[in-house]
């Protein structure tokens, strides 16, 4: 049997796409990092091997992600600079810690922990809130929390402001995978916006932020990151957090909480 191998692509080539994804000159990102025209063009064409250093100092400045950090440094021969840790693996016992106390001290109100690809990771029981009446094939592990709330199977149905709830999910996602270049957001993407749910109308917002109007219970929702990771796991979880946008769906959650 002849396994077939993916070619690694050259790092001066991963560089440029990075740098154009930008819409960086090779001018802006010299004036930037202080590094000259000339070297950053023989770097992306391959005449000159760059040092980790400097793959790096282009990356913080490019905003690559970690994981594709690693890819640019692999590509130039040197090691990777950035770990990847399963998440029950002892090294992220802290940051487990940390989720938890954020989801537990969330309650009554849902809140969740999410990865770089929307896959549920863990969340506190109020998350059932959401999570009843979605058909079984979209709480099947992995759960995609997005796929979970635009299909017309999942919580779509009973969202009342779904056109309104949906096109601010389809452009986050879009800029999500416009910053990391990531070709699952891409598929996951053209998905979700192959669902039925209605269009917009744009406009400025009638309040302050965008509600999530869930049955007869209205939200507004919080996104927590890890500041500076330096874990490419932990620097894809997300904590997704609601909160009541009115004092109804307040009094509502705490009835829920303490029948």
Same mark, same amino acid.
């Given at each position: 049997? /002849? #396994?077939? !191998?993916?070619?690694?692509?050259?790092?001066g080539e991963l560089l440029r796409?990075?740098?154009?994804?930008?819409?960086?000159?090779?001018?802006?990102?010299?004036?930037?990092?202080?590094?000259?025209?000339? %070297?950053?063009?023989?770097v992306e064409t391959g005449r000159?091997?760059?040092?980790?250093?400097?793959?790096?100092?282009?990356?913080?400045?490019?905003?690559?992600?970690?994981?594709?950090?690693?890819?640019?440094?692999l590509a130039g021969g040197h090691?990777?600079?950035?770990?990847?840790?399963?998440?029950?693996?002892?090294?992220?016992?802290? @940051?487990?810690?940390?989720?938890?106390?954020?989801?537990?001290?969330?309650?009554?109100?849902?809140?969740?922990?999410?990865?770089?690809?929307? %896959?549920?990771?863990?969340?506190?029981?109020?998350?059932?809130?959401?999570?009843?009446?979605?058909?079984? %094939?979209?709480?099947?592990?992995?759960?995609?929390?997005? &796929?979970?709330?635009?299909?017309?199977?999942?919580?779509?149905?009973?969202?009342?402001?779904?056109?309104?709830?949906?096109?601010?999910?389809?452009?986050?996602? &879009?800029?999500?995978? #416009?910053?990391?270049?990531?070709?699952?957001?891409?598929?996951?993407?053209?998905?979700?916006?192959?669902?039925?749910?209605?269009?917009? #109308? /744009?406009?400025?917002?009638?309040?302050? @932020?965008?509600?999530?109007?869930?049955?007869?219970?209205?939200?507004?929702? !919080? !996104? /927590?990151?890890?500041?500076?990771?330096?874990?490419?796991?932990?620097?894809?979880?997300?904590?997704?957090?609601?909160?009541?946008?009115?004092? #109804? /769906?307040?009094?509502?959650?705490?009835?829920?909480?303490?029948?």
């Open positions: 049997m /002849t #396994t077939v !191998t993916r070619p690694r692509r050259p790092v796409e990075w740098r154009q994804s930008r819409r960086m000159s090779q001018l802006d990102l010299s004036i930037e990092t202080g590094i000259s025209t000339r %070297h950053l063009s023989f000159s091997r760059p040092s980790p250093e400097l793959i790096l100092r282009l990356a913080e400045q490019l905003d690559i992600p970690l994981a594709d950090r690693n890819t640019i440094l090691a990777p600079a950035y770990p990847r840790h399963e998440l029950d693996d002892p090294e992220l016992a802290p @940051v487990r810690a940390a989720v938890r106390q954020i989801l537990d001290g969330h309650s009554p109100y849902p809140a969740a922990l999410v990865d770089q690809h929307w %896959h549920l990771v863990e969340a506190n029981p109020a998350i059932a809130l959401f999570t009843e009446g979605a058909a079984p %094939h979209l709480l099947t592990p992995p759960v995609n929390v997005l &796929r979970l709330i635009l299909h017309p199977d999942g919580m779509a149905p009973r969202i009342r402001n779904l056109p309104e709830w949906r096109a601010h999910l389809l452009v986050r996602l &879009r800029q999500q995978a #416009t910053t990391t270049n990531d070709d699952a957001l891409y598929e996951l993407l053209e998905e979700l916006r192959g669902y039925p749910g209605g269009t917009a #109308t /744009t406009g400025p917002a009638a309040g302050i @932020v965008v509600p999530l109007r869930y049955r007869d219970l209205s939200f507004f929702s !919080t !996104t /927590t990151l890890f500041g500076t990771p330096l874990d490419v796991t932990v620097a894809g979880l997300a904590v997704e957090a609601f909160f009541p946008a009115d004092p #109804t /769906t307040a009094e509502a959650l705490r009835a829920l909480s303490h029948p």
